[in-house]
């Protein structure tokens, strides 16, 4: 092979692999999958409450979070999406930067200061170089602050993970790359007990709603998703 031939054949490989981003397959569309991202704009999504969210926009078939190095509050508006979902299953691919903090929280109400006062969050962290000392419950693939994962399954910093979380009727599993992290059921006494001996205490809006957004984190870490997928059921 030439290497006119060979830098062709790399460049349509290269154009091959872009395109299978941010799309469904005709098993995914037949399977009732639903795009949530169309890998050009921010259509579909909006700030938490409105609010302005200059730190997200789509860069190469991504969604990037370009946080902030002053600001890392939990407070900073989420990327939210417009629509509603009650039971579901949602496929995110994401990687992080290091040091990261992030999070994908669901069933979300909007009208309060942050989403994760009311939704549930799988979480997103450096769990090997973040600045401070992270509790099991705080590690990537958590039920954060409820459950933590039951194995560790992220991968290196700056490669891509998938993400997968299964919620009907309450019953709850977060999946990361093919592994399970979290199996929990919402709304039953040991959960009940659970929020309200933990750091849910003081936020009796948590866990509410069974019906909500699903809101991206911006917790001031520079963090990119692609191939945002739901299936509503």
């Not at 060979?6 to 009732?32: H, M």
């Not at 902030?68 to 691919?93: A, W």
Request: glycine share 8%.
């Amino acid at each position: 092979m030439n290497k006119l031939v060979f830098f062709v054949s790399l460049v349509l490989l290269t154009a091959c692999a872009t395109k299978s981003d941010n799309v469904l397959t005709s098993e995914e569309k037949n399977a009732g999958w639903e795009l949530l991202f169309d890998g050009k704009t921010l259509d579909g999504w909006h700030g938490f409450n409105g609010k302005p969210a200059p730190a997200w926009k789509v860069e190469e078939g991504q969604i990037v979070c370009d946080g902030s190095d002053i600001d890392k509050s939990d407070m900073r508006p989420d990327l939210t999406s417009d629509k509603q979902y009650e039971n579901f299953e949602l496929s995110i691919e994401w990687k992080i930067s290091p040091q990261s903090n992030s999070g994908i929280i669901y069933l979300a109400a909007e009208g309060y200061e942050a989403p994760w006062m009311t939704g549930p969050e799988y979480q997103i962290i450096d769990d090997e170089n973040f600045p401070e000392k992270l509790e099991n419950w705080q590690k990537t693939g958590a039920n954060y602050a409820m459950n933590p994962p039951l194995i560790a399954a992220s991968k290196p910093v700056g490669e891509w993970n998938h993400t997968l979380i299964k919620l009907k009727e309450g019953k709850v599993e977060h999946w990361l790359n093919g592994q399970k992290t979290v199996d929990c059921t919402m709304w039953t006494a040991e959960w009940q007990q659970e929020k309200e001996t933990g750091k849910w205490k003081n936020y009796p809006s948590y866990g509410t709603e069974r019906k909500g957004h699903i809101c991206l984190q911006d917790h001031g870490s520079k963090i990119y998703f692609k191939n945002i997928k739901i299936k509503p059921f």
